[in-house]
Nanobody, 115 residues
Framework: QAQLVESGGGLVQPGGSLRLSCIVS????????MGWHRQAPGKQRELVAQ???????NYGDSVKGRFTISRDNAKNSVYLQMNSLKPEDTGVYYC?????????WGLGTQVTVSS
């Protein structure tokens, strides 16, 4: 069973930036699609960004042009660079390995965007 540990969340003012990191235990990290999902208060979880084993990237409409997902297979890690943050970006951000029925989730890291 993989373990995923997120870090980098915190409180930031609107317009600011944060970089989230996720380190993943287990084998064959480079073969997995990795993603970031988030859950805002009172809302359903939503996909923020994904990066495939080939490096293909997919973003939610609300973060396109502001967020960038990347991965370092040598470090079993995936990152989310978040720029131009808005209050509506507030939520718990989860790192996810795999897709569909084979997903593994981290415990999440809180991001709060507020002045």
């Amino acid at each position: 069973q993989a373990q995923l540990v997120e870090s980098g969340g915190g409180l930031v003012q609107p317009g600011g930036s944060l970089r989230l990191s996720c380190i993943v235990s287990g084998s064959f990290f480079s073969l997995y699609t990795m993603g970031w999902h988030r859950q805002a208060p009172g809302k359903q979880r939503e996909l923020v960004a994904q990066i495939g084993s080939s490096g293909y990237r997919n973003y939610g409409d609300s973060v396109k042009g502001r967020f960038t997902i990347s991965r370092d297979n040598a470090k079993n890690s995936v990152y989310l660079q978040m720029n131009s943050l808005k209050p509506e970006d507030t939520g718990v951000y989860y790192c996810v390995r795999g897709t569909g029925s084979s997903e593994s989730w981290g415990l999440g890291t809180q991001v709060t965007v507020s002045s």
